[in-house]
């Protein structure tokens, strides 16, 4: 049971996870901070917090536990206010998509807080943000990669991962590297390759009529183009090493299928289409 | 009211065809043709068709129109058969996903009978293949796309018209080559991308990994790497000129988010997502 948990950046993922906690009466009061006035009314009206602040170093007094659910561009301004304020047992963990350049974060502004400290990302992405997007349940059978640092201690590791259990979620453990690489694949990668897509569309002389005639595969194809632009910017950002490898992969794949089309290869066009609708129709989440 | 509709080609277009125009009473008899006696049987069995053959001449001979819902590479073969077979008066439409090649096919087969023949493009793609994918309603609120040639007369054009009408869908005219240029923008292109995601995610060492963490924003980006491997190849082959233009600017758009990237250029990444997340939010279907 958490007396105090503060959420910083009470959107989709903060808020679903003060929502199930409160469900699962495993925290008593949940102070919401944002940059946003208007977002923070409307989580206290949504009742996905008890109280709201704008101010860091008050909000955090006695809190069990911190959230940070900001974009990862913002983390390294809430830890150093979080640094002169939080008090020496509160846990802190986040919900960042990327995971090295979060614990070097850590180390940065919390080194003195390390044993505390408790890296996460929740894999429970939307194109939906804000408060009002917050629901129970978000995280039901979603998994949680949890990327504890050398300093971690196993009690806060332990704590952590209850808290995520208690909302549903798988939570798996794996180092900030091996986590950067495996997400610039099956995340950061389809978020840059839908949003130069819907660019290389919106570029044409005849992007109306398309975007009219567009069906279920472009909805579907592009649903990720929706996703925040800023959060994106600081995820592809953060994790450019792994993802420029990955693009390089995939545009030598691409520059491949491209000769094939060029040289009318069907049986090379064949192959290459069944291997991947083979694994995409294996493939069970 | 058809007394003799002849679907070649009983899958998910051609069978919820059938099924709609069956419950419209717009039709008294079902024919299907098909390759795979297997899925002939259940297209019987779940009363999809109401007889089956795999002799086109015969099937055909009383037929008020024809369907062909085959994979476009197939269209040649089976034009090739209607050509000695077809009565005088019959309609023959298609729901091939490129529309230039096929206006070809039908000069070169069917150049007698091009008054009756009227090439459409029903919008209502799924990874999901088969008369067992057949149902009712599929083509509710989707649109059919009918490329009419010069010779196709304005009574065909009509009657095929009010027959997707009566499905449900909306219908538009225009030309083959309009058709191709939008579909290789919004449908052909993304399959592309999205097999060879697919395809690069595979020559990963941690492909295994990867799968197991991959989560809604990959499944829904990947959703369309499962469609029919044959099917895609003969779609892409087809209309391979508007394909290979769209993916060189598809790639010029990706060099541009590369060099973003490694210049580490937040403004020009954040304009880039912005303006596709705002385009894409927008989009109403």
Redesign the interface.
Known sequence: MLNKLVIIGVGLIGGSFALDLKRARLVREVVGIGRSEANLARALQLKVIDAASQDVASAVQDADLVLLATPVGQMAGVMAQLARALPHDAIVTDAGSTKGDVAALYRAHLGHHLARCVPGHP?????LSGAAAARYGLFEA??V?LTPLEETSPEALARVRLLWEACGAEV?QMSAS?HD???A???H????????????????P?AA???Q??????????????????M??DI??AN?GP??A??A??????D???AQ??A?D?AA??A??????Q???G?K?
Chains 1, 2 share one sequence.
């Open positions: 894999i429970a992405g939307s194109d979603k998994k990669v798996l091996e690489a495996v997400f694949a099956v995340s990668l389809p978020h840059v390759l839908a949003f130069a897509y819907v660019n290389s569309l919106l570029a044409r005849d009529s398309c975007l005639l567009a069906g279920s595969g472009f909805r579907d194809f592009t649903r990720i183009a929706g996703s925040h632009p800023e994106w910017r592809v950002l450019r993802l420029l990955d693009l992969a995939f545009k030598q794949q691409l491949k299928t491209i089309l060029e009318g069907a066009l064949s290459d289409f069944l291997a991947a609708s694994v995409r129709s493939w989440r």
